[in-house]
T-cell receptor
Framework: GESVGLHLPTLSVQEGDNSIINCAYS??????FIWYKQESGKGPQFIID?????DKRQGQRVTVLLNKTVKHLSLQIAATQPGDSAVYFC?????????FGKGITLSVRP | KAGVTQTPRYLIKTRGQQVTLSCSPI?????VSWYQQTPGQGLQFLFE???????NKGNFPGRFSGRQFSNSRSEMNVSTLELGDSALYLC????????????FGPGTRLTVL
C-alpha cells in the first residue's frame, strides 16, 4: 500500500474507546474545514466538514469542534473500531482551495 | 455514481523524462484539483481547473502543468522529471452544488529513478 504516514505522529487507542484528533490551522480567513481519512493505498476520504460560522457539527460516530479563537479543530470518534485505523488529515479551505495539515496516524488496539 | 478515477495507478520514469497523468471526475462535477503527496511535505495543492480554465495555482515550478477538457476530465503533466517528483499525485473533484467538499481519487504513484 501507499506509505503516507512515515513521519506522522501516532495516536494509539483501545478499541471501543473514544478518540480525539487535534489540528491547529493557520489562516484566520479560512471559511470551511474538512476532516479526511486516508487508508493505505487509497485517496483521502471525506469524513465531515464544518463552516467557520459554526463551532460544532455531528455526524455518525464523529463530531467536529471548531475553536476560531485559538484556530483549533478537533475530530472526535466515538467507540473507535479497528476500521478507523488510518491517517487523518484536517484541511482548511478558502476560495475553493484546500490547505492540508500534516496528518495523524490513528492506531486502534484490539 | 462512480467515484473519481485516475490512470495510471503506478508509473516509473527516469530523470529528465516527462509524464502525463489523467483524472476523470465524478459525473457532473466540473471542478478538478490536483495535489502532490509525499511523506515529508504531506498534501500540497498543485492547481485547480474549472470549466477548462485554471482557477487556482499552488507554489510549484512551471514544469508542472495541467489542463481540463470540455467533459471535465483533466490531465497533469510534469516535464523534465526530478528525483524529488516521486510522490502520490491525487486528483479531487468538486460538485458545483457543494463547492467546498473535494472527493479524491486513489492517486497515481509516480516513482522517478
Amino acid at each position: 500500500g501507499e506509505s503516507v504516514g512515515l513521519h506522522l505522529p501516532t495516536l494509539s487507542v483501545q478499541e471501543g474507546d473514544n478518540s480525539i484528533i487535534n489540528c491547529a490551522y493557520s489562516n484566520s480567513a479560512s471559511d470551511y474545514f474538512i476532516w479526511y481519512k486516508q487508508e493505505s493505498g487509497k485517496g483521502p476520504q471525506f469524513i465531515i466538514d464544518i463552516r467557520s460560522n459554526m463551532d460544532k457539527r455531528q455526524g455518525q460516530r464523529v463530531t467536529v469542534l471548531l475553536n476560531k479563537t485559538v484556530k483549533h479543530l478537533s475530530l472526535q470518534i466515538a467507540a473507535t473500531q479497528p476500521g478507523d485505523s488510518a491517517v487523518y488529515f484536517c484541511a482548511e479551505g478558502a476560495n475553493s482551495k484546500l490547505t492540508f495539515g500534516k496528518g495523524i496516524t490513528l492506531s486502534v488496539r484490539p | 455514481k462512480a467515484g473519481v478515477t485516475q490512470t495510471p495507478r503506478y508509473l516509473i520514469k527516469t530523470r529528465g523524462q516527462q509524464v502525463t497523468l489523467s483524472c476523470s471526475p465524478i459525473s457532473g462535477h466540473r471542478s478538478v484539483s490536483w495535489y502532490q503527496q509525499t511523506p515529508g511535505q504531506g498534501l500540497q495543492f498543485l492547481f485547480e481547473y474549472f470549466s477548462e480554465t485554471q482557477r487556482n495555482k499552488g507554489n510549484f515550478p512551471g514544469r508542472f502543468s495541467g489542463r481540463q477538457f470540455s467533459n471535465s476530465r483533466s490531465e497533469m503533466n510534469v516535464s523534465t522529471l526530478e528525483l524529488g517528483d516521486s510522490a502520490l499525485y491525487l486528483c479531487a473533484s468538486t460538485s458545483t452544488l457543494d463547492t467546498d467538499t473535494q472527493y479524491f481519487g486513489p492517486g497515481t504513484r509516480l516513482t522517478v529513478l
